[in-house]
């Protein structure tokens, strides 16, 4: 889970650093190229954000996508240093950062049905299970070492 984390960050902050690199070039071109050249055309498989961000794209509206980007980052980094070092807000914080998403995946998949929000929303619904079934362990182990512990 952690280096799944690590390498979320990572993606989107090299994502956000290319951006950041166009700040000062022709915002309009550069959607258009990368819809033409990407290996898939992300207006179509991602939510109506994507289209909503880099239509009519200016500087201050690609600086604010550049600042929630890394924002965004820093939260996956410190979320898997977290789980890399078996914190127990870790825990709390992939299983509440990532049941945040599961509405939107759902609410996606109910406008129209493709095979890469199926892939995200099962690989979120096994995070989220996941996470939660570890903190249950935790809970009742906790419970145990207590009782256990206690004189009695």
């Known amino acids: 889970m952690a280096v799944f984390e690590a390498a979320k960050g990572l993606l989107v902050l090299s994502a956000s ?67 890399w070092f078996g914190r127990r807000w870790a825990e709390w914080f992939a299983l509440l950062s990532g049941s945040v998403y599961l509405p939107i995946e759902l609410y996606e998949l109910a406008k129209g049905f493709t095979w890469l929000k199926i892939v995200l929303l099962t690989t979120n619904l096994v995070i989220v299970l996941y996470m939660a079934i570890v903190l249950i362990r935790g809970r009742f182990s906790l419970i145990k070492e207590s009782s256990a512990s206690s004189p009695g």
Request: aromatic share 18%; hydrophobic share 50%; charged share 15%.
């Open 17 to 83: 650093l290319y951006i950041f690199v166009l700040v000062h070039q022709e915002v309009q071109p550069f959607s258009g190229h990368f819809s033409r050249t990407a290996l898939f055309d992300p207006f179509r498989h991602f939510p109506s954000i994507s289209k909503m961000l880099f239509q009519n794209m200016s500087d201050d509206r690609l600086h604010f996508l550049v600042l929630i980007a890394s924002i965004y980052s820093i939260m996956r980094f410190i979320e898997s240093y977290g789980l």
